[in-house]
């Protein structure tokens, strides 16, 4: 027990003795001397501001649609016959999208052509009459030549006998009207041959009136039998049905959807701060996955912007602008049913690269984003009796290219220093340690 100190008036060391190995402990643990310790230096990285010309970039997100896409519908009432296309398929213009029934159709057109062909034959039997008639007409005609002739014979005769006291006037007269008579039948028969040798102009054209009309309603007929027969209007992919065998359709009900994709487009939004860096013509890049590439990355198109809409979604606070790019789709025809490469509904990342801008540089990591606004932390390097410490700076970013972003801000420069890692529990003026 003679080892042991219960009480510190009885221990053998001395005050200036622990004091001593106190002070030794700290100043091994790396604590400043004189019992002042201060908070430790931060431990940051850094990197340099740079000063560069470059070109922003910024992109934007789309969907692949048909330039050009159609609800083909119907062109009459009536109920499917034929039906022979299934989803997907692809269709050449012309090809047979559907049919209705067209059994009263026919018979109506049936009976009016039928017509038809009874009044041409009434246009030709009045525009060429039958040699017949003609001979007939024509004998007649020679007929009451002759009976006139023997009219005037008698009523001369008749005369001379008068003259001589030889006939009564009762006589006379008959052979007088007997003359009249024969007259009136000559001139009927010469008109009743010319008649039939020379049709007027007025029945002919009457007979042509009658023959066009038909004509007209026997093609309006076949224009609403074809009206039954739905064909396509392009080449294109069959993307929706909308009907089937059996089913009522009256006219203009959808039957499908028919979409062109030997040509697209993406409409993208772009933000109105580089909405005037675009214009029509201008070639872009566009990122799409499922095209060709058999890693799963994304494949390059080559596209063209189309056209600008001068038009934002303002009134839902939207400040970015339509802009519609074109692309050439490529379709593989060796296949039984043609493939194309980019398909209605794809995912397409276009990509943009704006004007030149000298622009100051630093990686996107040394932004500290609060709700007081965005700074960063830059070096105040160490100098004589004063550590290295930092001093924060209210920036505004600008353009983006690659890790890095532009910044505006007071006093920032090239070569100076930023913190990239540990900013975020610095505060201003703080000493901190630079780590290799």
């Not at 029934?101 to 009874?118: G, N």
């Not at 590439?293 to 001068?310: H, K, M, Q, T, Y």
Request: charged fraction near 25%.
């Amino acid at each position: 027990m003679a080892g042991l100190c219960l009480l510190p008036v009885g221990c053998s060391q001395s005050p200036t003795q622990v004091a001593g190995e106190t002070s030794a402990a700290e100043t091994k643990a790396g604590s400043p001397p004189g019992g002042n310790t201060g908070p430790p230096p931060a431990l940051v990285k850094v990197a340099v501001i740079r000063q560069e010309n470059i070109a922003p970039e910024f992109r934007a997100l789309g969907n692949v649609r048909p330039r050009h896409s159609s609800i083909v519908a119907s062109g009459s009432d009536g109920i499917v016959e034929e039906f022979p296309l299934e989803i997907g398929a692809f269709v050449t213009k012309g090809t047979l999208l559907s049919k209705l029934r067209m059994e009263s159709t026919d018979l109506d057109i049936a009976e009016q052509e039928a017509i038809l062909t009874e009044r041409r034959a009434e246009l030709e039997e009045i525009k060429s009459p039958r040699k017949e008639d003609q001979d007939e007409a024509s004998a007649r005609k020679q007929a009451a030549e002759v009976m006139f002739a023997n009219a005037t014979r008698r009523l001369d005769e008749m005369l001379a006998l008068s003259k001589r006291g030889a006939a009564n006037p009762t006589e006379v007269k008959d052979a007088q009207d007997n003359v009249d008579s024969a007259e009136q039948n000559r001139l009927a028969a010469a008109a009743v041959l010319a008649r039939i040798s020379s049709p007027r102009q007025e029945t002919v054209q009457q007979a042509m009136a009658r023959v066009e009309a038909q004509e007209k309603h026997v093609a309006f007929l076949k224009a609403e039998r074809e009206k039954r027969l739905t064909k396509a209007p392009f080449d294109g992919f069959v993307v929706e049905e909308h009907t089937y065998i059996g089913q009522w359709l009256s006219k203009g009900a959808p039957i499908l959807t028919l979409a062109k994709l030997d040509e697209v487009e993406v409409e993208v939004q772009i933000d109105q701060q580089y909405i005037d860096q675009i214009t029509p013509g201008r070639p872009v890049v566009l990122g799409i996955q499922g095209t060709g590439s058999r890693n799963g990355l994304a494949s390059d198109w080559e596209g063209e912007v189309a056209s600008v809409v001068p038009r934002s979604n303002w009134e839902d606070g939207s400040r970015s602008f339509p802009v519609i790019i074109r692309i050439d789709n490529k379709i593989d025809t060796s296949t039984t049913t043609p493939t194309p490469a980019l398909r209605e509904g794809m995912m397409a990342e276009a990509k943009f690269s704006g004007q030149n801008v000298d622009a100051v540089l630093v990686p996107k990591d040394s932004l500290v984003r609060t709700s007081r606004g965005t700074f960063v932390y830059v070096i105040n390097p160490a100098s004589e009796g004063k550590p290295t410490s930092v001093r924060q700076v209210v920036v505004t970013t600008g353009v983006s290219s690659g890790t890095s972003i532009q910044i505006i801000g007071e006093g920032l420069a090239a070569n100076q220093q930023v913190v990239t890692e540990g900013a975020e529990r610095l505060r201003a003026f703080q000493t901190v340690q630079i780590m290799e």
